[in-house]
């Protein structure tokens, strides 16, 4: 028997997982400075904004994709000129840096021009 999994007897050590210890909020601890607590706040809206957006702009991305893979050029271009818009957008709303949505929307021109 190893010395780091021994327990004395009548001893059993208490489980972490799942356990609160202290005050918790979804597996991580609470704030007590009320700005930080209104800082976390501000943060989970955002993030959770930033996520729909983020989502939005890979769905068009996909479809562009979707339509190479098809063949079908007209659809991809237009298809395009979409995902490119939903990029510019992500950047406008400071989701994306201007420079990652630049390459991504080479990166769809790419797609396109190689049917």
Same mark, same amino acid.
Do not use: C, F
């Given at each position: 028997?190893?010395?780091? +999994?021994? +327990?004395?007897?009548?001893?059993?050590?208490?489980?972490?997982? =799942?356990?609160?210890?202290?005050?918790?909020?979804?597996?991580?601890?609470?704030?007590?400075? @009320?700005?930080?607590? @209104?800082?976390? @706040?501000?943060?989970?809206?955002?993030?959770?904004?930033?996520?729909?957006? !983020?989502?939005?702009?890979? +769905?068009?991305?996909?479809?562009?994709?979707?339509?190479?893979?098809? =063949?079908?050029?007209?659809?991809?271009?237009?298809?395009?000129? %979409?995902? !490119?818009?939903?990029?510019? +957008?992500?950047?406008?709303?400071?989701?994306?840096? !201007?420079?990652?949505?630049?390459?991504? @929307?080479?990166?769809? %021109?790419?797609?396109?021009?190689?049917?």
């Amino acid at each position: 028997m190893d010395w780091r +999994t021994s +327990t004395p007897s009548g001893y059993s050590a208490p489980a972490l997982k =799942g356990a609160p210890l202290g005050d918790e909020y979804e597996g991580r601890p609470v704030a007590n400075i @009320k700005s930080q607590i @209104k800082r976390n @706040k501000q943060n989970e809206i955002a993030r959770e904004r930033n996520k729909t957006i !983020k989502s939005s702009v890979r +769905t068009a991305i996909r479809k562009v994709r979707e339509a190479v893979a098809a =063949g079908n050029k007209a659809e991809a271009a237009a298809l395009a000129k %979409d995902a !490119k818009r939903s990029l510019d +957008t992500a950047v406008s709303q400071g989701v994306l840096h !201007k420079n990652n949505a630049a390459n991504r @929307k080479s990166g769809v %021109d790419a797609l396109v021009n190689g049917l």
